[in-house]
């Protein structure tokens, strides 16, 4: 949740008001503060090892496990991280769907795609890579979330900006509203997420292969 101490006033907005503050408020120069609270869904793991089954959360940031009904463990956790700070990022999640199935369906085919215009640092995009993987065995555990350079602000890893050719600085884009998919009749399936994003405009990568992320790395720190 968002805590704005120096606009007191929004607590007694109306939703309309709130909604028109946020959309018009400065979070590079503005003050503001990020609590958490778990709403009454968080779930307790004794043991670091144990697994859960219990499926609650927001859909759109669930674990593949949690979201398939699958036992699934603290590292579900971690994926909702990545998939959380995405959304920050790019202005969307990362996996949407018309509904339920489309979206499993999406998950499963584990292709997300971040616009280029974002100009975002290879150490940034290794944090993301790690937290979203499909594979728990291979997502990032909670030693080395806190302990990797992006998040202990490595000033090599925040600053190496990922490479792109000349013809991709210059290729100019419409970015249509990534959400005027989801508006189509609710018979028709949502085949392909963001279909306006492309290998144009935006970097390809995929939760189950990091072939491409290894590829775009190696690129870049060259």
Known sequence: MLHFPD?????????SARETFISNFDFVQGS???????????????????????TCGTPLYMAPQVLKGQKYSYKADIWSIGAIYFELLAGFPP??????????????NGTY?????????????????????????????EDNLVNHPYVRNDMESSSQLIRVTDDDMTQSYAKPNPFNHLMKKKNQEVREAYPHLNSDNAFILNVKDSHKFNKLQENTVK
């Open 113 to 141: 795609k971040i616009p280029k215009e974002i100009n975002i640092s290879m150490g940034c995009l290794s944090f993301l890579n790690n937290c979203l993987q499909f594979d728990e065995s291979r997502r990032f555990n």
């Open 32 to 54: 503001f503060e990020v609590k958490i609270a778990d709403m009454g869904l968080a779930k307790e793991i004794a043991d670091g090892d144990d697994f859960l089954e219990t």
């Open 95 to 108: 996996f949407t769907g018309m509904n339920h199935k489309d979206l499993e369906k999406n998950l499963h």
């Open 7 to 15: 606009n007191p006033e929004l607590e007694k907005a109306s939703k």
